[in-house]
């Protein structure tokens, strides 16, 4: 598949770690993941409202969850959390689709929705594959998701491809 990608770079985004508090109050860490416990995923996955699932992701049950992890905790993909008084309330990840390209994707609590920690997730995520080396990033995000896809162009991504249900966002890095 040929994507479209802006001419030049979105910018620099600074790599975690980072710590912030959050619009509710909260301290909240963003690290790269670098320790192999999925236990502390697979919380975070089994609580996620399956509302707010997108594409078949995250998957439903934990055998499937664990799955899945073992398929994206490796080392060519890049994995950033959120964690606030040691529970995982964020995922983002950068997973090569074989060429050059990543497809971007993240994954906050809905609790913790709607306080900054998308933001502060993905622009650690960018910094951490800027750090990697990565360039290309792409997405999918539904058309009716406004928070979503306006978070995605703050931090610089452009609507790449229009015509289908959902509507794929590219950055260049």
Do not use: C
Not at 36 to 64: C, K, S, W
Not at 140 to 155: C, F, H, I, P, S
């Amino acid at each position: 598949m040929t994507r479209v990608y802006p001419s030049e770079p979105a910018g620099s985004f600074e790599p975690p770690p980072k710590t912030f508090e959050d619009r509710s109050g909260r301290t909240i860490e963003v690290s790269e993941y670098t320790d192999d416990d999925v236990d502390t995923f697979v919380e975070m996955y089994l609580a996620f409202d399956p509302q707010d699932r997108a594409q078949g992701i995250p998957p439903t049950n934990e055998v499937q969850i664990r799955d899945w992890l073992d398929s994206i905790l490796t080392d060519d993909t890049v994995n950033v959390t959120a964690q606030t008084n040691d529970r995982l309330v964020g995922h983002a990840m950068l997973v090569s689709d074989g060429e050059d390209e990543y497809e971007l994707a993240i994954f906050v609590l809905d609790e913790y929705q709607e306080s900054g920690i998308g933001t502060k997730l993905i622009t650690a995520l960018l910094g951490a594959g800027q750090r990697r080396g990565v360039e290309l990033v792409w997405l999918t995000v539904e058309r009716w998701n406004t928070a979503a896809r306006a978070l995605y162009r703050k931090v610089g991504f452009e609507s790449s491809k229009t015509e289908s249900f959902e509507l794929e966002m590219a950055l260049r890095l």
